[in-house]
């Protein structure tokens, strides 16, 4: 029997062979699909989350500051699961900080997560267990591993959208809460041009 020629048979069966449900645009990390999920932060949804809120409330509610478009291929919560997503976030300042995702930790303290960034120029914040944070540059094709335990956000420091691809446990959940009570210890800032993490006071 020549090699492959079997499987070969076999993978052109209708039954066997199905598409994929969601497509990823590399250049752009736009995700196409049926099964794809879109959910929208603007100025209006991001309250508290700056350390000037009469300069949030100061800017136009409507605009966005990022969207994240999902792919969930079984429940929220469900063990042994993965999911998708492509993050854009806007470059836009609020006072002297950047647009900026709200943060979490997840759910289950436990789970990590992968961030791939595909365009533009940004942070990662990450902040452990002993509140101690820092950042990660991040810039096209820079991979960042987002260990368990860990408060995490990210800033877009540039003048370009920034866009970064996830993957994190189906069963990770997002705690945001935890995050409005005990903040971040360090907030990142533009001092003087440059982006720096600036004590919370
Ligand atoms: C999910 C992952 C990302 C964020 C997204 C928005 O675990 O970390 O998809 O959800 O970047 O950030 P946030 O903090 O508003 O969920
Ligand atoms: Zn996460």
């Not at 303290?109 to 120029?121: I, M, N, Q, V, W």
């Not at 452990?128 to 987002?146: C, G, Q, W």
Request: hydrophobic fraction near 35%; charge should be neutral.
């Amino acid at each position: 029997m020549a090699i492959g020629s079997k499987q070969h048979a076999s993978a052109t069966e209708s039954d066997s062979v199905r598409g994929a449900k969601v497509m990823v645009d590399l250049a752009t990390g736009v995700l196409t699909g049926a099964a794809v999920e879109t959910i929208v932060r603007r100025i209006r949804d991001m309250k508290g989350v700056y350390r000037n809120e009469e300069a949030r409330r100061s800017l136009d509610q409507n605009k966005v500051v990022y969207s994240v478009q999902g792919f969930y291929p079984v429940s929220e919560g469900q063990e042994g699961g993965l999911f998708w997503g492509t993050t854009f976030l806007a470059p836009g300042m609020v006072d002297d900080e950047y647009f900026m995702t709200k943060g979490h930790y997840h759910a289950k303290r436990s789970r990590g997560e992968f961030y791939l960034t595909l365009a533009g120029h940004g942070a990662l914040i990450l902040m452990d267990e002993k509140r101690k944070t820092v950042f990660e540059p991040m810039s096209h094709n820079t991979l960042h591993y987002v260990p368990s335990h860990t408060a995490h956000r990210v800033a877009n420091v540039g003048d370009c959208p920034l866009t970064f691809l996830a993957c994190w446990p189906s069963d990770a959940g997002h705690d945001y809460e935890a995050l409005t009570k005990e903040r971040f210890s360090r907030r990142l800032r533009n001092v003087g041009g440059i982006h720096v993490l600036v004590e919370e006071r």
